[in-house]
């Protein structure tokens, strides 16, 4: 994306968020603060009716992603962790919404978007919450670790990071460089999703993958990086991780549905956990 302008991604994905809570499924996901924080761009229910099944799909993706990135989240505050960093956070409402008072909250992302979402808080009449530290960073041009330890990230104890919708707009570089970071904080956990490659992809997924690209790359802002998750799985042990879940979209929909796995398709988008444990 160019360096003056926000990301045209990020709210669409605070769009689909929003028109969501519209929907059969909103269970599976609610963010209260989506249709605030985007004012006048905000969608009506009347546009769920037109949804076509593509964009269902990738509404419900979105959904699930941030449902099971909060619900490890929830596991790893169990666990003691007490520092939360949002990379790459766009329209996500997390700091609003975080009901862990002792959870500090620091967002991530390129300073054009970050004004911007900040901007559209203040004018929903919110207030920035105490506990959020916001970050600028460019993460192909600096690195997330040098503008954190400014904002105060403890790098020395765990912190669980979000990484949602970001993956495959950065370059591999970019990419191993933040996780090989992550990987060095022993206890540290990541969770983000990525899409497999078109020859990985059977022809429904191979169309799936065209739509969305060609939507995305006429935004100006277009997927650059695909993981085959075997190759993934083993590139990040080799960094140092040792706790791997990977989801593909048949395993999400399983886990959220009575559909079993078997009778789901596979579009080739994943979401996956890693951890450090030691």
């Known amino acids: 994306m160019e360096d003056a302008k926000s990301s045209r991604t990020a709210l669409g994905v605070a769009r689909m968020r929003a028109l969501h809570l519209f929907s059969q499924q909103a269970a599976l996901f609610r963010d209260p603060y989506a249709s605030a924080i985007l004012g006048d ?12 099944e593509r964009s269902r799909r990738m509404r419900l993706f979105v959904a699930a992603r941030a449902r099971l ?49 900040r901007k559209c808080i ?100 277009p997927w650059i990086s695909f993981f085959v998750p075997a190759a993934l799985a083993q590139s990040l042990r080799e960094l140092g991780f040792d706790e791997i879940e990977d989801l593909e979209s048949s395993d999400i929909a399983a886990r959220f549905s009575r559909t079993p796995k078997a009778e789901t398709r596979n579009s080739g988008g994943h979401i996956l956990r890693a951890r450090r444990s030691t």
């Not at 761009?41 to 076509?52: I, K």
């Not at 990135?69 to 596991?75: P, T």
């Open 41 to 52: 761009a905000a969608p009506t229910v009347q546009e769920l009716e037109q949804e076509g």
């Open 69 to 117: 990135a909060e619900d490890w989240l929830a596991a790893a505050v169990r666990r003691g962790v007490q520092q939360v960093v949002v990379l790459g956070a766009g329209l996500d409402t997390f700091s609003l919404r975080n009901p862990y008072p002792d959870v500090a909250v620091f967002e991530v992302d390129h300073p054009a978007t970050q004004a911007w979402k």
């Open 122 to 221: 203040a004018d929903a009449g919110l207030a920035e919450p105490r506990a959020t530290m916001f970050v600028p960073v460019n993460f192909e041009r600096q690195r997330p670790a040098d503008g954190l330890a400014s904002a105060g990230l403890r790098q020395t104890e765990p912190s669980f990071f979000i990484w949602l919708g970001v993956v495959p707009y950065l370059s591999q570089d970019a990419i191993f460089s933040t996780l090989s970071w992550i990987a060095g904080m022993p206890g540290s956990e990541v969770v983000f999703d990525y899409s497999e490659p078109a020859e990985n992809r059977d022809a429904a997924g191979q169309a799936a993958l065209s739509f969305h690209a060609a939507r995305v790359a006429a935004a100006g802002e």
